[in-house]
C-alpha cells in the first residue's frame, strides 16, 4: 500500500484532541519554538522522549540515534547541539539512555553487525574503559546494565567537552548537562547523578580558555 491511511486517520485524531483541549495550541505553536530541554537519546522506538516526561510539542527539542552517543565527529548530532544551545537558548541539556539497548548489546557480542560496527566502537570502548568493573559483574543482563549506564555517564561528557556547551558557559548562560536512564520494563527514569553546569566540573585537560 502506497498510502498509510491508518497513520493519517491517527493523525487527525489526535489533532483534534489536542485542539479540543486549546482551540489555539497549533496557532501558537506555529508562531515560535522556545523549548527549555534538549534531549539526546536513542533511537529505539520504545523512548519517545515527549511521551516519557509528558511534554507536549514545542516544549522539548529530540535529538535521537542509535544507542544516544555524541560522537565529537557526527555533525548532525553537532549541529543539532549548537542551534539548540545558541538559538533556542535551552537551559538544560538531557542525554537518556536506556535498560536493554540494542546498541549496547550489539557493542558486546563480539558479532559482526555491518556498517553500524563502526558506530558500535563508540560503545565498546567504553566497555574497554571499564573492563574489569564490568566482567566483575555475574550475568549478561548485568553486565548490559551497567554499559547502558556508563555510556550515559561517557555521552554527558562529550556534551560538556564541546565547545559549543564551553562557550555557553563561559559566556554566562545558565546550562545544565544530566544524565538520566529509562526502564522500558516500568516506564521510569532514573537520575544517574550525573549534572554538569560549569567548566570547573569537567577534567581540566578538556576545558578550553
Avoid at 142 to 155: A, G, P
Avoid at 181 to 188: C, P, T
Wanted: hydrophobic letters at 40%; charged letters at 25%.
Amino acid at each position: 500500500m502506497r498510502v498509510l491511511k491508518n497513520l493519517f486517520e491517527k493523525n487527525k485524531q489526535w489533532a483534534t484532541r489536542i485542539k479540543s483541549a486549546d482551540p489555539d495550541f497549533f496557532l501558537k505553536l506555529s508562531k515560535q519554538q522556545s523549548p527549555e530541554y534538549l534531549w539526546i537519546g536513542c533511537s529505539d522506538s520504545r523512548v519517545p522522549a515527549n511521551e516519557i516526561v509528558d511534554l507536549l510539542p514545542g516544549e522539548i527539542f529530540v535529538h535521537r540515534n542509535i544507542a544516544n552517543l555524541m560522537v565529537h565527529t557526527d555533525f548532525n548530532c553537532l549541529s543539532v547541539l549548537q542551534y539548540a544551545t545558541d538559538v533556542l537558548k535551552v537551559k538544560h541539556i538531557i542525554v537518556c539512555g536506556h535498560y536493554g539497548c540494542g546498541g549496547v548489546k550489539a557493542a558486546m557480542d563480539k558479532q559482526e553487525h555491518g556498517i553500524i560496527d563502526n558506530w558500535l566502537r563508540n560503545i565498546k570502548d567504553i566497555y574497554r574503559y571499564h573492563q574489569q568493573q564490568i566482567d566483575a559483574l555475574e550475568t549478561d543482563k548485568e553486565k548490559q546494565d551497567l554499559l547502558c549506564e556508563l555510556n550515559v555517564i561517557e555521552q554527558v561528557a562529550n556534551v560538556c567537552h564541546t565547545t559549543i556547551v564551553q562557550n555557553a558557559w563561559k559566556s554566562g548562560r545558565e546550562l545544565t548537562v544530566h544524565g538520566w536512564i529509562y526502564s522500558i520494563e516500568d516506564g521510569i527514569l532514573q537520575d544517574l547523578n550525573v549534572c554538569v553546569a560549569n567548566a570547573n566540573e569537567i577534567s581540566r585537560i578538556h576545558r578550553i580558555k
